[in-house]
């Protein structure tokens, strides 16, 4: 894991000029899989004009997450740069990135998630009710698009204190805007990323509204909200963030958590239905603390439900890599990775490495038991959120939302899969069953 300048480049092929492998990339959800079944742990090809070098493995990726700031720093594919902002703290480097970070992650804090937690609760009682209502209307509920009005009406209530916010006009641009984060940066009208592109601008002047509004109002929610916490925040030099950070830094936690984490649920929901003996030990132990009071105490409790969702993000993690441009010619595994290609470590391909999850395309909690916990063994081989100096930022967020809507489903609702449906995964960016997970929910 020296520089090197005699070293092989890693096998694989670079596809046509220019294009590269890119179009393979973004169509097909097994191009990974079959090149490393090709290759092995590492392969080359090119992606949007760059040479780029996949990776799997714990290895490979406590390697890749060792040299950050070193030999490599985060980069994203062109459209995502340009949709997420020059100021957002997904393309921030160095210094300023972890000073951010840390002024940032006040809004994360154990008391700040304690805060959060009625607030998940009650949005999570009205959406059930309503898909209870819908379901026995329409004798089928399609799951997932539910799901994603659900996750952003908790983003925003707990980001910005918007309520109801799937219902305005900023859920239907915030919609368009994902949709075109993951695409070809061909900025025309009618193309994905154009229509993103003028999406973003009126994101942000929205954005730029309610902060303006909040930070001239009296007006202080008896909980506070992330943008409560990050209007007031100071960094160590006594600075805040400026309006136009702001705007960024927020239209990316509006992402982070909804989109990941609606892909999250979902494989959750699927997950348990598919295996009905696991469902019905989860529900054992959620029937033994249903008389308690949601809090993170009574939440750390449910071990079982803990490595459930453990496996769900291992089986199926919303996030499927992260990219890192080259600075400094390097070598891993005896091969050569030159200074200004790009590396795309890999999650889903580290999660089902055969040496550390036997029977890794089973589902199957109880990997996760304290007294197994095969990810110990072997550190890196478990990174639904990336790792090292990068890892997620909310993960801790995350896990609570999905905890809670986990605890309150298994304790008061059942739901079923309907037949002829498609629930292969496709990616959207995010894995999504193709039909959207059609169920009856009661």
Not at 79 to 99: I, R
Not at 229 to 249: R, V
Not at 347 to 354: A, G, P
Not at 393 to 398: R, S
Request: hydrophobic share 40%.
């Amino acid at each position: 894991m020296i520089n090197s300048q005699r070293s092989a480049l890693p096998p694989g092929d670079f596809g046509l000029p220019i294009i590269g492998k890119t179009l393979d990339f973004f169509t097909d959800p097994d191009f990974a899989s079959k090149q490393h079944a090709r290759h092995g742990p590492l392969f080359k090809t090119r992606l949007l004009n760059q040479p780029t070098v996949f990776i799997k493995g714990p290895d490979a990726t406590r390697f890749l997450f060792s040299q950050e700031g070193d030999r490599v720093v985060v980069t994203w594919p062109p459209s995502v740069k340009a949709l997420l902002g020059p100021l957002s703290l997904a393309l921030q480097t160095g210094s300023v990135h972890a000073g951010r970070r840390r002024l940032m992650a006040q809004a994360f804090q154990p008391r700040a998630l304690e805060g959060y937690i009625d607030t998940m609760v009650s949005i999570s009682d009205r959406y059930f009710q309503q898909w209870t209502e819908i379901s026995a209307q329409d004798d089928s509920l399609t799951w997932y698009p539910q799901l994603r009005r659900y996750t952003f009406d908790i983003a925003c209530k707990l980001l910005v204190g918007l309520d109801d916010a799937s219902k305005t006009t900023l859920g239907n641009l915030f919609e368009v805007w994902c949709a075109g984060l993951f695409s070809l940066p061909i900025n025309l009208p009618w193309t994905a990323f154009g229509k993103a592109k003028r999406s973003r601008e009126r994101l942000l002047v929205a954005l730029e509204a309610l902060i303006r509004d909040r930070e001239q109002s009296s007006y202080s929610p008896a909980t506070p909200d992330a943008l409560e916490l990050l209007l007031t925040a100071k960094d160590d030099d006594g600075n805040s963030l400026t309006i136009e950070e702001l705007k960024d830094q927020v239209l990316l936690l509006l992402f982070a958590r909804h989109e990941t984490l609606t892909s999250a649920l979902t494989s959750f929901c699927l997950l348990m239905a598919q295996h009905p003996e696991i469902r019905a030990k989860a529900e054992v132990e959620q029937n033994e603390l249903a008389d308690q009071r949601l809090t993170l105490e009574t939440l750390k409790q449910m071990t079982y439900l803990e490595q459930k969702l453990k496996e769900v993000l291992r089986m199926v993690p919303p996030v499927g890599g992260g990219f890192r441009r080259v600075l400094k010619t390097c070598e891993f595994d005896g091969y050569q990775i030159p200074a200004g290609w790009m590396v795309l470590y890999q999650i889903k391909q580290t999660h089902q490495e055969l040496e550390i999850y036997a029977q890794a395309k089973k589902f199957d909690p109880e990997r996760f038991d304290l007294e197994q916990f095969e990810q110990k063994r072997k550190p890196f081989s478990y990174i639904p959120f990336g790792g090292g100096l990068r890892e997620c930022l909310g993960k801790e967020f995350a896990r609570l939302e999905m905890k809670i809507f986990a605890a309150k489903l298994l304790r008061d609702h059942r739901w079923e899969l309907l037949p002829e449906q498609d629930l292969a995964f496709t990616i959207a960016p995010t894995p999504v069953p193709k039909d959207g997970l059609k169920v009856k929910f009661f």
